[in-house]
Nanobody, 124 residues
Framework: QVQLVESGGGLAQAGGSLRVSCSAS????????MGWFRQAPGKEREFVAA????????YYADSLKGRFTISRDNAKITVYLQVNTLKPEDTAVYYC?????????????????WGQGTQVTVSS
């Protein structure tokens, strides 16, 4: 069992930057690929970024490449998502997730554990 807790969300201004974190407990994080998803009001949950268990490969939604950076620190059992040049459309609840399988990084159904989410609100 893995428990994931997101933090670092809040209110930010358009054009600014924000970093959200995901701390894990219960199991060694290095066993899992990690992903970030987000869900805006009235929309379905969408893939944002993922990083493999070693931290050597990263994956991003095509529409979000360039502004988002995912990273991990297995020693600190924490995964980060840096968001630059924030836009109002980045407003969403951001979720981190962990998967042990080797399936697609962008498919939410492949992830085994989820955090409760952290709200990010971007004002214009």
């Amino acid at each position: 069992q893995v428990q994931l807790v997101e933090s670092g969300g809040g209110l930010a201004q358009a054009g600014g930057s924000l970093r959200v974190s995901c701390s894990a407990s219960g199991r060694t994080l290095s066993r899992y690929d990690m992903g970030w998803f987000r869900q805006a009001p009235g929309k379905e949950r969408e893939f944002v970024a993922a990083i493999d268990r070693s931290g050597s490969s990263t994956y991003y939604a095509d529409s979000l490449k360039g502004r988002f950076t995912i990273s991990r620190d297995n020693a600190k059992i924490t995964v980060y998502l840096q968001v630059n040049t924030l836009k109002p459309e980045d407003t969403a609840v951001y979720y981190c997730a962990a998967k042990i399988s080797y399936g697609s990084y962008s498919s939410a159904t492949n992830y085994d554990y989820w955090g409760q989410g952290t709200q990010v609100t971007v004002s214009s």
